[in-house]
């Protein structure tokens, strides 16, 4: 059978036709889902946004963690981990006051490789100097020994222990302190300040 000429061109035309609809609603369909996905990215950032915020929210509580008891004691719990934090960065306390520091590393690791300690150090005293001389004390848990530029300290403590130290709040001032575990100073960190 034969078809003739012009009909020919008519199905070829129509055949050219439809290919062009077809392509032009497969690029339509891809636009569409290009936008969906943009969308979804643009939420996924907000929520990431958000709780970045909430996070620093978190950290405005950290000189609320003060508890005066019935005595005038100033009792504060700072937590320390594995990841060398620790989650109290700012102590406010008043000059004379005894001062009951709770010190807890939630932790796995064993206090010769992740060993935790706080120190409070003497006005002045430059925390990188301090951790240079508390380095080189291992045998006397990272504390250079009759050191004059420390208030006072705990002991150096591992995945799971709790120490408690008790000390009187030294003269108005902000004093620095520090953990003296080899490495640990530039991250674990914070501030007594008395005033
Ligand atoms: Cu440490």
Redesign the pocket.
Known sequence: MTLNPEFRIFIVLKLKEMKYKITLALGLLFLVSCGKDQQVNTLQKTSKETKVVTTKNKNKTEDKTVVVDANGVANVTIT?NDG?RFDVRKINVSSGQKVRVTLTHTGKLDKRI????VVFLTNGVKPSAFAVKAAAARDNDYIPEETTEVIAHTKMIGGGETTVIEFIAPEAGTYNYI?S?PG?YAM?KGKLIVE
């Open positions: 320390s060398m992740m060993g935790h300690n953990c575990f640990h674990m």
